[in-house]
């Protein structure tokens, strides 16, 4: 059976949805590692749910996140959203790597640019 080059474009522009209900991804429980000093643990929750049109809801670092977005391009999936400290903007970008993800966070009004990792979040872990 032959799919028709008009068919199958129209398969490429429709939204992953399939996608984002049949594998985990990102969403979901992550615990992610801010630690900056060797032997001094530091980790916050982050919380993601990665909706059909796109968007991206959760928290991270306790705060609500805003503005999200998630793709699935280039081989890779990815989110980027924004959070608040209450003083100023914190923005995040996240990708999946295997069965962690890798993320940076921008705070301008802090001055710093963080690189961190995180792990999927044990099974009953807050």
């Given at each position: 059976?032959?799919i028709?080059v008009?068919?199958?474009?129209?398969?490429?522009?429709?939204?992953?949805l399939a996608l984002a209900?049949a594998?985990?991804?990102?969403a979901?429980?992550?615990?992610?590692?801010?630690?900056?000093?060797?032997g001094?643990?530091?980790?916050?929750?982050m919380?993601?749910?990665?909706?059909d049109?796109?968007?991206?809801t959760?928290?991270?670092?306790n705060?609500?996140?805003?503005?999200?977005r998630?793709?699935?391009?280039?081989?890779?999936?990815?989110?980027?959203?924004?959070?608040?400290?209450?003083?100023?903007?914190y923005?995040?970008?996240?990708?999946?790597?295997?069965d962690r993800?890798?993320?940076?966070?921008w705070?301008?009004?802090r001055?710093?640019?963080?690189?961190?990792?995180a792990?999927r979040?044990?099974?009953?872990?807050?």
């Amino acid at each position: 059976m032959r799919i028709p080059v008009q068919a199958f474009a129209l398969l490429l522009a429709l939204p992953p949805l399939a996608l984002a209900a049949a594998e985990p991804g990102l969403a979901g429980r992550w615990v992610v590692d801010l630690s900056s000093e060797p032997g001094k643990p530091y980790t916050q929750p982050m919380d993601l749910a990665l909706q059909d049109d796109g968007s991206v809801t959760g928290s991270f670092y306790n705060s609500a996140i805003e503005g999200g977005r998630w793709k699935r391009d280039r081989g890779r999936l990815c989110a980027s959203f924004r959070t608040s400290d209450g003083v100023g903007p914190y923005h995040t970008a996240v990708c999946l790597a295997g069965d962690r993800a890798e993320g940076q966070t921008w705070a301008e009004h802090r001055r710093f640019l963080f690189n961190w990792t995180a792990t999927r979040a044990a099974d009953g872990a807050p």
